[in-house]
């Protein structure tokens, strides 16, 4: 783990696992912790949350804590409060897509991923920013503000899922569901210093999650500790814990300058993490990127179509701007993108043949200042949103899980180790993340 | 089946499974048949064939006759005469695609559906007039000229698989190798007064067939007779017969109007034989046709995107004026179209759940007069593609077979009574075609 940010508050000095066990023995309640977090949210200034819902937190941190004392046990993340993405589908509480458009909304029904949670005993406390409709690794644009870096509240949180990352990182919760299409889970959570995992396409459902792009749209834990993380995933997925291994690992370590000009340090960072991996090439790796852009321009835009068309002033500026880019995408480049990542699942399956792992940075940068768009990268003047989102959303194309863990500070603002397994692998990345950051002594 | 055309040739006359007899009892030789086939060739002026492979054929027969001879016996094909569109690989055998792209093309390797064919003792006698590229349905516009209709020479044959409707219907050859992506068997076999068959996509491998919209190709039979387009599809399919079925089975009823404006005389001649079907409606039914155009055209053109940008000159005028607006189709549209299919499919699947088969005119008009590209249906003056593709790209949009038979003649020209099944139906198709073509007495 690194440094804890400025003022960080309560959770970001106890693990899930600490607070399970205080929860069994007595020593704290659900109540307890859902105080914490619900003072903490008040006093954040980082505008984490859209939405607080003390009232709902409260009663379901008592029913928590009755069925505990009652001897109902519902596993690690019984009592424990999270803090979902404002993308996701809450019953009874207002759900924005950071968007004036939802500016009301008020679901029926829980996200499947949010009704996992709370059959998993965890507490709802609230809703956390989202760039608006999660269109943007930035974090932000929203209707409601931008989150801020904890590390630094001028820098941006990074997106889309930018609330759930701050209120991990700034200790107001200990988890957070996040999205990730491109990148909007690995993203934050490596500009905020916390664990983040994209998992396989498809393992965790997207059911009750505002789409951005479908065939890339996933739903992924954030947390600070690589084990919470893991706790939260397999609630997520619908896992048990598979049994240990201690098999060695084979860790292939991908150049971020493959995809996008990154800076030294920030490289150094991540890379001292993996010091022994070897150097494997990615084919076709721009391809990927620009493979991204088509597929989820083509994607978000028929999301979208009708609401550019009756009520464009809804969307923020800078949003509606590049939906206007998006409609521009031809059905040919969206077929030849698909065409190439075809092709690309079958090619990047044979570096796996070789290494179990690749490694790599999750951001070339650390968090520009709120608002930058233009920022430099490796001495090269760059745009910020490709730039965030050059290590992440090739692996978003293949489908693959990946996981960013912190990898220290670099000037005072947090680095992120990317390592992206085959389908399937999460639990290896865990095991990985786990030697390479707390290795075994 | 209907009155031959006028000057119809040999196999106008003969079964194949009467010629498949005659040359086990010596009444015939393959290279009999193979003579026929080539004199019928040369004879005919209806400019069926691209190509003639007269060495080529007439070895093929020797060998076949001697396997006979020798006891080799290799099924029902064995020995018979076939052409094949000129969009399907023929190792040695110029293949084109009806371009001046490709107009000395020889490819190395047969395409898998030919290679089935050659297996089965089949004796390949020459390549067929395709529209340019496989993208038309009029059979008026390749590098070759057009192929005429063999009951009227200046009308159409409809198209893409225009020369091995024509070949069959003239009595050239029994059977015939058609591609069919939006009705380009069906379109044709109607025109022409064939059968023809579009299997269920997937059945009959692709590999070796130049596409023209992936998601969309097949490859299907065109014969005189029902039975014949049977023993082709099942060596296509590599299929054996399956039991036979005498259950009852339900005809539902699909009005041609539901898609498009359809001439009177041409519906009632196809309504003729299924008079106790019921009448059912296709839910979205011009959706599927908007559907086809958007997925189409943006896979048309991906195939051809470098083809238009360095060499357009090669391309037929109407051709390059066509691709350049399919190169429009938004990505965003062609996702809405690809989601609308997958919805469709689903709802159309609850149609079967009532019919076992659904019946409609494979054309809401006879053939247009070669070059027409306006023309009247029902009264309306209508777009002639458009007119031709409409009752056959629904069903190619769904993935779903479909069997396009003799309907009768109007003002002597051919009508097309279309059957359509669930996937994987086709013999059901040809068992229904044969009992209201043949009644059972």
């Given at each position: 783990?690194?440094?804890?940010?400025?003022?960080?508050?309560?959770?970001?000095?106890?693990?899930?696992?600490?607070?399970?066990?205080?929860?069994?023995?007595?020593?704290?309640?659900?109540?307890?912790?859902?105080?914490?977090?619900?003072?903490?949210?008040?006093?954040?200034?980082?505008?984490?949350?859209?939405?607080?819902?003390?009232?709902?937190?409260?009663?379901?941190?008592?029913?928590?804590?009755?069925?505990?004392?009652?001897?109902?046990?519902?596993?690690?993340?019984?009592?424990?409060?999270?803090?979902?993405?404002?993308?996701?589908?809450?019953?009874?509480?207002?759900?924005?897509?950071?968007?004036?458009?939802?500016?009301?909304r008020v679901p029926d029904r829980d996200a499947e991923c949010v009704?996992?949670?709370?059959?998993?005993?965890?507490?709802?406390?609230?809703?956390?920013?989202?760039?608006?409709?999660?269109?943007?690794?930035?974090?932000?644009?929203?209707?409601?503000?931008?989150?801020?870096?904890?590390?630094?509240?001028?820098?941006?949180?990074?997106?889309?899922?930018?609330?759930?990352?701050?209120?991990?990182?700034?200790?107001?919760?200990?988890?957070?569901?996040?999205?990730?299409?491109?990148?909007?889970?690995?993203?934050?959570?490596?500009?905020?210093?916390?664990?983040?995992?994209?998992?396989?396409?498809?393992?965790?459902?997207?059911?009750?999650?505002?789409?951005?792009?479908?065939?890339?749209?996933?739903?992924?834990?954030?947390?600070?500790?690589?084990?919470?993380?893991?706790?939260?995933?397999?609630?997520?997925?619908?896992?048990?814990?598979?049994?240990?291994?201690?098999?060695?690992?084979?860790?292939?370590?991908?150049?971020?300058?493959?995809?996008?000009?990154?800076?030294?340090?920030?490289?150094?960072?991540?890379?001292?993490?993996?010091?022994?991996?070897?150097?494997?090439?990615?084919?076709?790796?721009?391809?990927?990127?620009?493979?991204?852009?088509?597929?989820?321009?083509?994607?978000?835009?028929?999301?979208?179509?009708?609401?550019?068309?009756?009520?464009?002033?809804?969307?923020?500026?800078?949003?509606?701007?590049?939906?206007?880019?998006?409609?521009?995408?031809?059905?040919?480049?969206?077929?030849?993108?698909?065409?190439?990542?075809?092709?690309?699942?079958?090619?990047?399956?044979?570096?796996?043949?070789?290494?179990?792992?690749?490694?790599?940075?999750?951001?070339?940068?650390?968090?520009?200042?709120?608002?930058?768009?233009?920022?430099?990268?490796?001495?090269?003047?760059?745009?910020?949103?490709?730039?965030?989102?050059?290590?992440?959303?090739?692996?978003?194309?293949?489908?693959?899980?990946?996981?960013?863990?912190?990898?220290?500070?670099?000037?005072?603002?947090?680095?992120?180790?990317?390592?992206?397994?085959?389908?399937?692998?999460?639990?290896?990345?865990?095991?990985?993340?786990?030697?390479?950051?707390?290795?075994?002594?």
């Amino acid at each position: 783990m690194i440094e804890a940010p400025p003022g960080a508050g309560f959770f970001a000095t106890h693990t899930v696992a600490g607070l399970a066990a205080d929860l069994r023995t007595g020593r704290r309640s659900a109540a307890d912790l859902v105080e914490h977090a619900l003072a903490e949210a008040a006093r954040s200034t980082l505008n984490a949350f859209v939405t607080v819902d003390e009232p709902g937190a409260r009663a379901a941190a008592h029913r928590a804590a009755d069925e505990l004392a009652a001897g109902v046990d519902r596993g690690p993340l019984h009592g424990i409060p999270v803090a979902v993405k404002d993308l996701v589908d809450t019953a009874g509480l207002r759900t924005t897509m950071g968007s004036r458009h939802f500016a009301d909304r008020v679901p029926d029904r829980d996200a499947e991923c949010v009704r996992r949670l709370r059959e998993a005993g965890a507490v709802v406390v609230g809703k956390t920013v989202t760039h608006e409709f999660a269109y943007g690794p930035t974090g932000d644009k929203s209707a409601h503000g931008p989150a801020h870096n904890p590390y630094r509240p001028d820098a941006m949180s990074g997106g889309s899922s930018a609330g759930s990352a701050v209120a991990v990182a700034a200790g107001i919760v200990p988890l957070a569901v996040g999205t990730d299409t491109g990148g909007s889970v690995r993203i934050p959570a490596a500009a905020c210093g916390v664990t983040g995992l994209r998992p396989t396409y498809g393992a965790v459902p997207v059911d009750g999650v505002f789409p951005l792009s479908p065939t890339l749209d996933s739903v992924g834990p954030l947390a600070r500790t690589i084990d919470d993380c893991r706790l939260m995933w397999r609630v997520l997925a619908g896992r048990e814990a598979p049994e240990a291994s201690t098999r060695p690992v084979r860790i292939g370590w991908v150049e971020p300058e493959a995809f996008h000009p990154a800076d030294e340090a920030v490289t150094a960072a991540a890379r001292k993490l993996v010091p022994d991996a070897e150097t494997v090439e990615v084919p076709d790796a721009r391809v990927l990127l620009a493979d991204y852009r088509l597929i989820q321009s083509a994607e978000a835009y028929e999301i979208h179509a009708e609401r550019v068309a009756r009520a464009p002033e809804l969307f923020g500026d800078e949003l509606v701007a590049r939906l206007r880019v998006a409609e521009q995408v031809r059905g040919w480049e969206y077929v030849r993108a698909l065409e190439h990542r075809r092709r690309a699942v079958a090619t990047v399956e044979t570096l796996f043949d070789g290494q179990d792992v690749l490694a790599l940075p999750t951001l070339p940068i650390t968090a520009p200042p709120i608002g930058a768009r233009r920022t430099s990268a490796g001495g090269r003047e760059v745009d910020v949103r490709a730039a965030l989102l050059s290590q992440t959303s090739p692996w978003s194309v293949l489908g693959l899980p990946a996981l960013s863990v912190p990898a220290g500070l670099v000037d005072g603002m947090p680095a992120g180790l990317q390592l992206v397994a085959n389908p399937g692998g999460e639990e290896l990345l865990f095991v990985v993340a786990e030697r390479l950051v707390q290795p075994p002594r």
